[in-house]
């Protein structure tokens, strides 16, 4: 059985578990005791009056920057937040670090292959010694046996948000195939809005479009990543599923089912588009559930009323999930023993005294045992349904060497610069760049 | 009127002049002043020379040597591969688009912003508060970050923009073309938005040109009849020559280096149409891909010299024999 096939039968274990506690805590009349939480870091050799540097995403919402805040009110250290862009993490980050620059903790992506682009073994302490390691209910954060992140959760699933009224309107049933989008886009393009709004000017919503939900259906086991990584398997195969995935986008915005802003339009303008009925769904990763709620200005029963969340992929109606760089994080070795232990101590508290209160407020299901699900509504429900759902498949792009390039190439097919096999074409010369280099 | 007269005229001692020029007394020897003067001048162009040597010869040099090493963030280890990187950048078609767009963006940039700016110099040449107020105005991009100008421009040529909106007026239905979305005016646009926020620079210096020409010389063509456009083509042009190899050089190899407009508009998208040398070299390094990344870097470098280099020779050579 592979790892990733163990881990995500630990996921769906876990879930269950975790469900089947939460209905329990329903009895018992709700969450864990907040007192448990304020006790502080326990370690007693932990280091206090400490100031941890963190580079975070600017995307954190109100669960991770409340969680820093209340491990500062049990530690005594301080955490200073270094703020990189939501949009090119990943970019920011490797920028900053290869000019020798050290964050005491990272939050980042806790995938195989972004993992590899820091050089875990020699740049990040290992964490197995950590009490969390014994609670985890996946490998995320884990690379070649060592532990090396923490993943807190929420786990990003990436689907579909759509906006109800306006499907109703069209009187067309949600879509869970790209194969539906087509059809339905008739029916809601004639209602006045757009079928699909892709927020291609921050190039990382169109890889969800044209990557990730689409290619759930074929990344059981994560089985076509490691193909790809291993060179067994093509992505430039002119019968495989990313010409299949690009050619759909590209007929898509031919028949005019896109908004028409596709190219310059951002993340941001997608979830308002969606909120206000002026495009019918957009594909975005779960992450982006909070800035929904913000969208609707708090009011969350109006949100849940209006935008409905769930799986969408080539033709079985599927989700696939990842890891996030939001609520992962990691310890870099920077040779200050202190920041170090300092650090460490973050990890092990939010993990533990910190982690039920971080999860009931992060509407999570938990990555790990030691918290229960809290009382889960709205969008926050659905997404739990998807991750619940045993047909759920690992993210396509979590061991493919050379995706950073995958969004710029999906882009010039979104805009008409490339045809998706002359796109594929070059994803797989950066693929082959990419193996290459690891070598 | 103040009569300017020289030292001599004015009936002051030789040694005068000897005191004003090298700040030496009357009774140091010509050897020692000359010797002294050196030493002063090399203690002025120390700082100058310790700068470029920390922040320009050292990083260029590492730079240059990094540029044949397979350097990842994968490893540690750093060997060098000899050509490798340059091979991989050309077979991947990333040098040659991105040289090709870069001498695009540049040529864009640097042709609108001398153009606007000498257009803008003649109307705000002379001094009163007007023109001082309408300096100003146009000197503000200048001062502005160019993320901001960048995000600003993204929103002003959005498809839902007030630019497309104004054009609306004039044409049947709604104008909502994609100014920054479509590969074929991406490059354009984001080439005038760089020449928008540095033109007002260009003007200053077209402006501080065309008021150091003698007037004499103005006078003397109105006399003999010249015409303005007479006047402009065979004395301010002519005269403009330090002033056109200033801008030109500037705008030209700053472009060369542009990134933050770029980024602030598009990403170097749609696809790659944008995509400079400066944003390859962000992609690449984005990736762990150090090394290559550095053998663009070098590329840009090896860029600028070459433009830079003859371009200001024949500039020059043409001041001398203009």
Known sequence: MSATIVRRSAIMTAAVAASALF????????????????????????????????????????????????????????????DLPADTYTTAVQTKWATGDRPDILEYVPTPQDMRQLNMSENMLDLSDLAFVGNRVNDAGELDGAVYGAVLGPLSSFGM?????????????????????????????????????????????????????????????????????????KVNDPEGPIVASLTTMK???????????????????????????????????????????????????????????????????????????????FVPSTGDATKEAAAKDFIDWITTEGYQDYVDEAQAVPTLTNATTPDLGGLYASLADVLMDPSTTPAFNQSVPGFGSFGQVSVSVLVGQASPQEAADTWQAYVDQAIEAQQ | MPVIMSPKRAGLPSSYTTAARGGLSAKSSPRVERHRGGAYRLWFALPAILLVA???????????????????????????????????????????????????FAATTMLVQNTVGLALAKALQDTNRLNSVYRTIFFVPVLMSPLAAGYIWSAMLAPDGPINAFISLFVPGDFTYSWLGS????????????????????????????????????????????????????????MLAPSFTFNIVITLVGSFSALDVIFATTKG??????????????????????????????????????????????LRKREVNG
């Open chain 2, 54 to 104: 920390f922040f320009f010869a050292g990083p260029f040099l590492a730079n240059g040597v990094l540029s044949f090493t397979k350097w990842t963030g994968f490893s540690s280890e750093i060997s060098f591969n000899g050509l490798d990187n340059f091979r991989s950048m050309i077979s991947l078609g990333i040098l040659g688009h991105s040289t090709l767009v870069t001498i695009g």
């Open chain 1, 251 to 329: 007929d898509l915005v031919d028949a005019g089912c896109v908004n028409s802003d596709a190219a310059t339009a951002t993340f941001q303008d997608s979830i308002a588009a969606v909120y206000d009925g002026s495009s019918a769904l957009t594909i975005l990763p779960s992450d982006f559930i909070s800035l929904f709620y913000e969208a609707g200005g708090g009011d969350t029963a109006t949100v849940d009323e209006t935008i409905g969340f769930g799986p969408i992929s080539a033709e079985k109606g599927i989700g696939s999930y990842s890891a996030s760089p939001i609520g992962s994080y």
């Open chain 1, 23 to 82: 209905l329990a805590s329903c009895s018992s009349g709700g969450s864990s005791d907040p007192s448990d939480s304020a006790t502080g870091s326990d370690s007693a050799s932990a280091p206090t009056g400490v100031t941890l540097v963190m580079w975070h995403q600017s995307a954190d919402a109100d669960p991770q920057l409340n969680l820093y805040k209340a491990y500062e009110a049990a530690s005594g250290n301080t955490i200073e937040l270094v």
């Open chain 1, 161 to 233: 948000f759509y906006n109800k009224d306006v499907l109703d309107a069209a009187g067309v049933d949600v879509p869970t195939s790209y194969g539906d989008l087509m059809t339905s886009c008739d029916a809601v393009t004639a209602s006045g809005a757009d079928m699909v709004n892709i927020g291609g000017g921050s190039e990382f919503p169109v890889n969800m479009f044209a990557g990730f939900a689409y290619m759930a259906d074929y990344n059981e086991g994560d089985q076509w990543g490691q193909g790809v990584a291993d060179g067994s398997i």
């Open chain 2, 183 to 238: 590969e074929s005016t991406a490059l354009v646009a984001v080439g005038f938005i760089d020449a928008w926020k540095w033109s007002g620079l260009v003007t200053l210096v077209y402006i501080a040109g065309l008021n150091s020409i003698p007037r004499q010389m103005i006078e003397a063509a109105l006399i003999d009849g010249a015409s303005a456009w007479r006047r402009f083509r065979s004395i301010e042009v002519p």
């Open chain 2, 269 to 314: 998208g749609p696809g790659d149409a944008t995509s400079v040398l400066n944003v390859a070299v962000y992609r690449q390094y984005g990736q762990g891909l150090f090394g290559t990344s550095s053998a663009l870097s070098f590329m840009i470098a090896i860029l600028v010299i070459l433009t830079a280099v003859p371009l200001i020779w024949a």
